[in-house]
């Protein structure tokens, strides 16, 4: 049993699942890095999003966004919002996964957030906590 004032999140990916419990704010994400995600980069970013990936590792930093901005998505979250319009990731690095800085916005708000990122096998786990 955990305090009702606890936040939680909960993530799956086959063969994982994960769940957070937090006093803040809390989104996860479990996503397989995966060559298919290239075919819907066009849906959840924008072309000036994409300028600092590099080519040989493009399934990675996609797949990282993707997964950031699903967890942004469980903190700050409506039915009309879009992935690609109303959360930004910031551009980041490999080396610099800890910290990676995004946004979650529309007309009247505008939540700066921080992501962290760890690689496990052949997933990526993302944390991001308000």
């Known amino acids: 049993m955990f305090p009702k004032d606890a936040e939680i999140s909960i993530t799956h990916s086959f063969p ?9 704010k809390i ?3 479990i996503e397989k ?3 298919k995600i290239l075919r819907v980069i066009d849906k959840f970013t924008y072309e000036n999003e994409r300028g600092f ?3 040989d590792t493009e399934v990675v930093f996609y797949t990282i966004i993707w997964s950031v ?3 942004m998505y469980k903190i700050h979250h409506s039915k009309h919002w879009s992935l690609k319009k109303h959360y930004e990731v910031r551009p ?4 610099h996964l800890h910290s990676i800085k995004c946004r979650v916005h529309d007309d009247q708000i505008s939540d700066e957030l921080k992501a962290r990122v760890e690689f496990f096998d052949e997933y990526c786990f993302t944390i991001v906590e308000e």
């Open 92 to 95: 980041f690095e490999l080396k």
């Open 27 to 29: 989104g996860i994400d």
């Open 69 to 71: 901005k699903e967890s």
């Open 53 to 55: 990936i590099p080519f």
């Open 16 to 24: 994982f699942a994960a769940i957070a419990i937090s006093k803040n």
């Open 33 to 35: 890095f995966n060559p």
